[in-house]
């Protein structure tokens, strides 16, 4: 979540009150993640060259960007960044929402969904629809305080977007939250707002959707709670939502990490809408003094409900087994079952995967690191494999230390019905540092698409992407990557401060309309970088058959 109010941004993060984790010293879950800025909107210049390796002086680096602008002018058609390459469906790769439309918050979120006519893609703090086609931007961006009508004198953060090719219709989830005006921080009431669109149609962002909100209470102490780092899923009958729930605004208990939380909502009938239907009650699993645990009894973190993008009764919930203790080897998993007004939640146990431990800060070009979180899982996409004999497939990953320390993307194919992962792999490159990452199957079930960010201390951070097709071995991925965009910049902006905020997560989604086409956003920096946030997203149509 962000560190908002616009009128207290400037100061919130000129008097260095953005706090952020030592680069040799993870966080852990206990301690709140509210580290994020909002500042008042300047232009942004995009359009930016990319570079690759870079000299270590500012003489060489000025010539090193001179030379990479006449090359573009020289060689590109157009001034965006992204490389034409074969596995990217032509035409269907662009940019997104940038820091200037989006309040200059920081980390953006970077997701979104593809649907049968429009992407959607949600950032802090905005919205925005786009024309599948061409990815002309068609609607916004909006705010998401107006998008989803936030409870007044909140402040809308985390932000989650899908498609439910079930129900026809899109879903939302963010977490809203109220500042003090005193200490700049969260205090409370808090909420998660969460809604669906209408129709199949996203575009009008202010009359065609339907929102609602679910307090997220108090302590048995009375202590304000905030579900922070909210992730949003579905099933045929349940939108299915994960979150951190900590204490805030008390003066003895603030930012004490109390329990990881489910929670499940009806979903509104298949078809059109006319009108929105009343609020639904919401069930919540875990709660302070009962917290939601694994199988093995340790405290869940961050559970992720999967994007299910088939017919399913049953809505998976994954979560890493928590790496600020220490080097792990499990996932946990849960589903969502019973009926959409008296939901279950069963656990299906812990599925033993490649050991993984917390990774350190990514490197950056001259700058301070960047922030790689602490090993938690960021999404989830389930699908029917026909390969492993029709089971309901999980893809999900997150960044970590293999455990030689590297830091890499970790991706996996788990087949909870018989709480095993089918497949897995990490995603290394030499020299630099693999994080930020999503990835998801395609319609087909077989196939899929990973995206990720990666820099090192003489690469600017880019966005790259890698796919793979059910003849491939277990665990491959392809062995080249693709280039969607080549940051112009390090990221060096007020809100660091031990490390530079990113992500937190960057989305993947299948195409409904192409059985083997993913879609993927992420972030890189615009040129010229700056003090400012000056973060960029990039949006493109992977073809994983390629």
């Known amino acids: 979540m962000r560190a908002v109010a616009t009128a207290f941004a400037a100061a919130t993060i000129l008097s260095a009150s953005v706090p952020a984790a030592p680069a040799a010293q993870p966080r852990a879950h206990q301690i709140a993640s509210v580290a994020r800025s909002v500042v008042h909107e300047r232009p942004v210049v995009t359009g930016h060259p990319g570079l690759a390796a870079l000299p270590r002086s500012e003489a060489a680096l000025r010539r090193a960007k001179r030379a990479a602008a006449r090359r573009a002018r020289r060689h590109r058609p157009s001034a965006h960044t992204h490389a034409a390459v074969r596995s990217v469906v032509p035409g269907l790769v662009a940019?997104?929402?940038?820091?200037?439309?989006?309040?200059?918050?920081?980390?953006?979120?970077?997701?979104?969904?593809?649907?049968?006519?429009?992407?959607?893609?949600?950032?802090?703090?905005?919205?925005?629809?786009?024309?599948?086609?061409?990815?002309?931007?068609?609607?916004?961006?909006?705010?998401?305080?107006?998008?989803?009508?936030?409870?007044?004198?909140?402040?809308?953060?985390?932000?989650?977007?899908?498609?439910?090719?079930?129900?026809g219709r899109w879903l939302f989830l963010a977490v809203a939250f109220t500042v003090s005006p005193t200490t700049l921080q969260p205090s409370g009431p808090n909420y998660l707002v969460y809604g669906f669109s209408k129709t199949a149609d996203p575009s009008d962002l202010s009359q065609g959707w339907c929102r609602y909100s679910v307090a997220s209470g108090s302590s048995t102490t009375g202590e304000a709670l905030l579900d922070d780092f909210p992730k949003l899923g579905h099933d045929d009958e349940?939108?299915?939502?994960?979150?951190?729930?900590?204490?805030?605004?008390?003066?003895?208990?603030?930012?004490?990490?109390?329990?990881?939380?489910?929670?499940?909502?009806?979903?509104?009938?298949?078809?059109?809408?006319?009108?929105?239907?009343?609020?639904?009650?919401?069930?919540?699993?875990?709660?302070?003094?009962?917290?939601?645990?694994?199988?093995?009894?340790?405290?869940?973190?961050?559970?992720?409900?999967?994007?299910?993008?088939?017919?399913?009764?049953?809505?998976?919930?994954?979560?890493?087994?928590?790496?600020?203790?220490?080097?792990?080897?499990?996932?946990?998993?849960?589903h969502v079952g019973g009926t959409a007004t008296a939901p279950t939640l069963v656990s299906d146990g812990d599925v033993t995967v490649g050991a993984y431990r917390v990774p350190r800060p990514a490197r950056q070009f001259l700058v301070r690191p960047i922030d790689t979180l602490d090993a938690r899982l960021t999404m989830a996409v389930a699908h029917a494999d026909p390969d492993a004999g029709g089971q309901e497939a999980i893809w999900t990953q997150h960044t970590i230390d293999p455990g030689n320390g590297t830091v890499g993307m970790r991706w996996y194919e788990l087949l909870p019905s018989s709480g095993t992962a089918r497949q897995q792999g990490t995603i290394t490159e030499p020299l630099v540092d693999v994080f930020n990452g999503a990835i998801s199957p395609a319609m087909d079930g077989r196939s899929a698409a990973a995206v990720y960010d990666r820099s090192g201390s003489l690469l600017l951070p880019q966005i790259r992407a890698r796919s793979r097709t059910g003849a491939m071995a277990l665990g491959a991925l392809s062995s080249s990557s693709i280039g969607l965009a080549s940051g112009g910049s390090p990221d060096f902006d007020l809100g660091c401060s031990a490390v530079c905020r990113w992500g937190d997560y960057s989305g993947a989604s299948p195409d409904p309309a192409a059985t083997s086409v993913v879609w993927v956003a992420s972030q890189s920096i615009a040129n010229p970088g700056g003090l400012l946030p000056n973060w960029t997203t990039t949006i493109a149509a992977i073809d994983a058959s390629s």
């Open 95 to 167: 940019s997104g929402l940038r820091a200037s439309q989006s309040l200059y918050a920081v980390p953006p979120d970077t997701t979104g969904a593809i649907g049968p006519q429009h992407y959607v893609e949600i950032v802090n703090d905005a919205v925005a629809v786009f024309r599948r086609t061409d990815l002309a931007r068609v609607a916004g961006p909006v705010p998401n305080e107006t998008f989803t009508r936030a409870p007044a004198g909140t402040f809308a953060s985390d932000p989650q977007m899908q498609w439910d090719p079930q129900s």
């Open 238 to 334: 349940h939108m299915i939502f994960g979150s951190n729930v900590f204490t805030v605004g008390g003066s003895g208990g603030e930012g004490d990490f109390v329990t990881a939380r489910i929670w499940s909502v009806p979903k509104p009938a298949a078809g059109d809408l006319t009108a929105c239907p009343p609020a639904a009650t919401a069930t919540a699993f875990g709660a302070d003094g009962a917290p939601l645990r694994t199988a093995t009894g340790e405290l869940a973190t961050t559970p992720v409900p999967a994007n299910t993008a088939d017919a399913s009764p049953a809505g998976y919930v994954v979560a890493a087994h928590d790496a600020t203790l220490g080097a792990q080897s499990k996932i946990a998993v849960w």
